[in-house]
């Protein structure tokens, strides 16, 4: 079940000893995973570069939907971005939910897909009540007329602060970040109008409250302070570790 919504990879609940795997570590892997995953090692057509293994890691080529370890090898588990890729979704989180405990699942948000559509992604993604809930973009007919990537997952993250806080102050606007323990809630093209209208009508404000809470403008203050020394914190550890 869903746990929380982290507002970024350093807010996940991992502890130092915690052996650590990612599925679908990519060009990307996060230092904290002792083990990566990949299913793919010389086509780069699901990821943005070639794939990366760092010196503390080992790597073992396989396919996410069936792992090759066994029940609760892992205390933790990371998948971003892989799971809007894959065949079988319930397969896919049924093999993580067998081989970790917990873990951490990120992919794009219906407004991330919408902003910054990939060919690749065969899936839309939102969590609603707690459930991962997708559709098959040919079942809806997705068909985005621009492409917005550029700035929202590439400029603005590297330009503006004020992009950075917002990005922390409402945790899943560009990406559904679910943090789980035990299983993972997930449904695959529901036919129920509960469902379906979130991705295929307009929002209202009532759409909006949903996914992102109102909060009071002292809340709103504090949460924008938190923010703001989150940055400076990541910006500070950043220069440190260049110097070392």
């Known amino acids: 079940m869903k746990i929380r919504t982290p507002k970024t990879l350093d807010d996940l609940l991992i502890k130092r000893?915690?052996?650590v795997l990612e599925v679908g570590g990519g060009n990307h892997p996060d230092k904290r995973a002792k083990v990566v995953v990949d299913k793919y090692v010389d086509d780069n057509t699901?990821?943005?570069g070639d794939l990366k293994v760092l010196k503390n890691q080992k790597f073992i080529q396989a396919d996410g939907e069936h792992l090759p370890f066994s029940d609760h090898e892992f205390d933790y588990v990371i998948c971003r971005h892989v799971l809007e890729h894959v065949d079988d979704p319930v397969q896919f989180v049924?093999?993580?939910a067998r081989v970790a405990k917990m873990g951490y699942m990120e992919t794009p948000s219906i407004l991330g897909e919408y902003l910054a559509p990939k060919d690749s992604h065969r899936w839309l993604i939102q969590d609603i009540d707690g459930k991962l809930v997708l559709y098959d973009k040919e079942v809806l007919n997705f068909k985005p007329w621009m492409d917005f990537g550029e700035l929202f997952l590439y400029y603005l993250p590297k330009t503006s602060i004020g992009y950075k806080i917002l990005e922390r102050t409402h945790a899943g606007i560009i990406t559904m970040n679910y943090e789980w323990t035990d299983d993972i809630e997930i449904l695959v093209n529901p036919t129920d109008p509960y469902y379906m209208n979130y991705f295929t009508k307009p929002w209202d404000e009532g759409a909006c409250d949903k996914f992102f809470?109102?909060?009071s403008y002292g809340k709103e203050v504090?949460?924008?302070?938190r923010?703001?020394?989150?940055?400076?914190?990541?910006?500070?550890?950043?220069?440190l570790l260049k110097k070392s």
Do not use: G
């Open 213 to 215: 809470k109102r909060q």
């Open 227 to 239: 923010a703001t020394f989150d940055i400076m914190r990541y910006v500070a550890k950043s220069k």
């Open 46 to 48: 699901h990821r943005s």
């Open 94 to 96: 049924k093999e993580q």
């Open 222 to 225: 504090l949460a924008t302070i």
């Open 17 to 19: 000893r915690y052996n």
